[in-house]
């Protein structure tokens, strides 16, 4: 199974995207955290700096919105030709249409759950995703140490994608480092947000490539 290692911005120099974006040539794709301070108690940025992040790199974006309402603003961010765009369920009002919406724009969706959202609540909707997020931490901050719980609920939504034979990426978000990749992976994760683990790094591209190769070994 391939692995894929997107660093999370919200660890990176908000006044030097450029720069910082450049710095991590290795990665997958670019983890945008887009946060409005009522879904989550914290708050970045929105639609103009994401299209501006269009223009200064060619690495995928993969937004993840932590925001109220994303039935209205999810298909904004999709209409920007980023590579993907996450929401999360408990945001969402009608999280089939949010996610047709986004599809519509030629944009991979993606759902996101917290951890204090059941598995079962998203079980007969993973079909109709591209990807699905467990989060490993509460969201709204980067830095955070991952729970160990997670585990098991990462391994719930493998096996509900693997029941259905679907090609769903099923990625985790939060506290992911050298120290527990490993088992992330094992769990059946395949696409890993690292964002203090990979920015806080000397050297951002041996850390992404370490991150990638500790993923991919922990299956052998
Ligand atoms: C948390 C964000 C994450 C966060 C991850 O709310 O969604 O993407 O930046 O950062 P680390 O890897 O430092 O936990
Ligand atoms: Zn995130």
Request: zero cysteines; charged letters at 20%.
């Amino acid at each position: 199974m391939e692995k894929r290692i997107q660093p999370s911005i919200l660890s990176a120099d908000f006044t030097n995207f450029e720069r910082d974006f450049a710095s991590i040539s290795a990665a997958d794709g670019i983890h945008v955290d887009v946060m409005d301070g009522h879904f989550v108690p914290n708050m970045t940025f929105g639609l103009p700096m994401v299209k501006r992040m269009q223009e200064i790199t060619q690495l995928p974006l993969d937004v993840h919105l932590m925001i109220d309402n994303p039935d209205h603003w999810a298909p904004l961010y999709a209409a920007l030709g980023v590579f993907s765009v996450t929401f999360h369920l408990e945001a969402a009002s009608d999280a089939l249409a949010t996610g047709r919406a986004i599809k519509a724009m030629g944009t991979r969706a993606g759902l996101a759950i917290k951890p204090g959202t059941a598995v079962s609540e998203i079980e007969g909707m993973i079909a109709e995703f591209d990807q699905i997020l467990v989060m490993s931490v509460e969201p709204g901050f980067g830095g955070q140490a991952f729970m160990q719980e997670s585990l098991d609920r990462v391994a719930a939504v493998r096996s509900l994608i693997d029941q259905q034979s679907l090609p769903t990426w099923l990625q985790v978000d939060g506290g992911i480092d050298e120290t527990n990749i490993s088992a992330v992976s094992n769990a059946g994760a395949d696409t890993f947000v690292a964002g203090s683990a990979v920015f806080k790094s000397r050297d951002r591209n041996s850390q992404i490539n370490l991150l990638r190769e500790l993923a991919l070994t922990s299956n052998l």
